[in-house]
C-alpha cells in the first residue's frame, strides 16, 4: 500500500495520538502498538521508519514535562545496558525473526503481572527487596533489542521500573528519559540501513500535529490521574502488550 495514502494516514492518526498519551502519561508500556497497528497497511519496516521520528518528538517533547524528576540511576542503567541491544537489534534486522523475543518479552510482562497480583493477594510472601542491578541489565538489554525490531522496548522497562517501587512520577520520569537515549541511538542505525525513506519521513511530517497532541493528554492524564490508579492502568497495559506480543509471535 501507498505509504502516503490518506487510509493510511486516517489509520495513523489515531496510532499516533496513542502512543503520545502511552509515553508521556503513563509509561511507554503500549506505545509500541502504533508501530503494529501501521504494520496492518504497511510493511513492517516502513512502518517502523514513520514511527520512531515521531516517538522521538514525543520523548523530547515529554521531556520537558519530567525534567530532572527521573530516578538517574535507574535511567543510566537500562540505558547503558540497552546499548548492545539495540547493537544486536540493528545486527539480526535482515534476518532474524523478532517472533521469539516477541512471545520472551510477553510472557515476561503477562508474568511479572501475575507475580504482582499473587504478591497483593498475599498468595505469596517474598521479600520487599526491590529489582536488583542484574535484573535492571537483563531488562535493559532486552529493552534496546526489542524496540530496535519492533518498537516494543515498554514492557521489559516497566518489568524493571516496577519493581523498583518508583513514586509514578518517578517511575513516568526515568522512562521517559531512558527512551529519549535509546530511540536515539536506534535513529542512526535506521537511517544507514535505509529505514527512514522520503515517503516514511513525509508521512511522519504530516502525522506530528497528533504526536503534540497525544503527548499533551498523556502529561494531562499523569497529573490528573492517582498514584492507585496509575499503576492500576500500567498493569492492564502490561496485560494488554503482552497478550498482543504473544498473539503476535504466535499467530
Known amino acids: 500500500m501507498d505509504v502516503l495514502s490518506w487510509s493510511v494516514f486516517a489509520l495513523g492518526v489515531p496510532a499516533v495520538i496513542f502512543a503520545g498519551i ?15 497497528i501501521l504494520a496492518l497497511v504497511l510493511e513492517p519496516g516502513a512502518a517502523l521508519g514513520v514511527m520512531l521520528p515521531l516517538l522521538m518528538l ?10 530532572r524528576r527521573w530516578n538517574w540511576r535507574d535511567a543510566r542503567l537500562l540505558i547503558l545496558a540497552a546499548l548492545p541491544g539495540v547493537a544486536l537489534g540493528a545486527a539480526f534486522y535482515d534476518w532474524a525473526s523478532p517472533d ?6 510477553g510472557a515476561v510482562a503477562l508474568g511479572f503481572v501475575g507475580w504482582r497480583l499473587a504478591l497483593s493477594r498475599g498468595w505469596v510472601t517474598l521479600g520487599q527487596r526491590p529489582l536488583g542491578r ?22 521489559a522497562a516497566a518489568v524493571y521500573l516496577l519493581g523498583r517501587k518508583l ?16 530511540n536515539l541511538s536506534k535513529a542512526g542505525f535506521y537511517a544507514g540501513m535505509g529505514i527512514f525513506t522520503r515517503e516514511t519521513l513525509l508521512l511522519g511530517i504530516a502525522l506530528s500535529p497528533f504526536a503534540f497532541l497525544g503527548t499533551w493528554l498523556g502529561v494531562v492524564g499523569h497529573e490528573r490521574v492517582s498514584e492507585r490508579t496509575f499503576f492500576a ?13 504473544v498473539w503476535d509471535a504466535l499467530g
Open 22 to 36: 502511552s509515553k508521556a502519561g503513563f509509561g511507554s508500556g503500549a506505545a509500541f502498538a502504533s508501530a503494529t
Open 58 to 67: 514525543i520523548d523530547a517533547t515529554s521531556l520537558r514535562a519530567y525534567w
Open 100 to 105: 521469539a523475543v516477541r512471545l520472551l518479552i
Open 134 to 155: 542484574a535484573a535492571g541489565a537483563i531488562c535493559g538489554f532486552a529493552v534496546g533489542f526489542t524496540s530496535f525490531v519492533s518498537h516494543a522496548g515498554g514492557p
Open 167 to 182: 513514586d509514578k512520577t518517578t517511575f513516568q520520569a526515568t522512562t521517559v528519559l531512558t527512551f529519549w537515549a535509546v
Open 233 to 245: 492502568i500500567t498493569y492492564v497495559l502490561l496485560t494488554v502488550t503482552g497478550l498482543k506480543l
